[in-house]
């Protein structure tokens, strides 16, 4: 089984490079220079990862690219520790493609 950092490292070979985080309606780039609504990314990638012994592991890994072509990754916890920003920017993304990301 694959950990978390695995895939993270798995990831960034194969080009999602940029570390996202999700500032209100927006994600952005991590140094703050980009930012994209829900209709300008896609998520190409998402892995779930449940804790075994710790529910603080649950999260889930997108590799996500932009309309711009700048590829990264975002992490998102679920259950008790998931942050209701990143989640309810992640439904929209659901809505919109229309994706069975979690």
């Known amino acids: 089984m694959e950990t978390l950092s695995e895939r993270m490292n798995e990831l960034k070979n194969k080009g999602y490079k940029e570390e996202f985080k999700i500032s209100g309606n927006f994600l952005q780039t991590g140094d703050g220079a ?11 990638e998402h892995f779930r990862f449940e804790g075994e012994s710790d529910p ?38 659901r809505e919109l493609h229309k994706t069975n990301i979690y």
């Not at 590799?63 to 990754?73: M, V």
């Open 34 to 44: 980009h930012s994209f609504s829900p209709t300008q990314i896609k998520v190409n």
């Open 56 to 93: 603080a592991d649950m999260a889930v890994l997108y590799a996500i690219e932009t309309d711009s072509g700048i590829r990264g990754l975002i992490i998102d916890a679920f259950g008790v520790y998931s942050d209701p920003e990143e989640s309810a920017f992640m439904q929209k993304i």
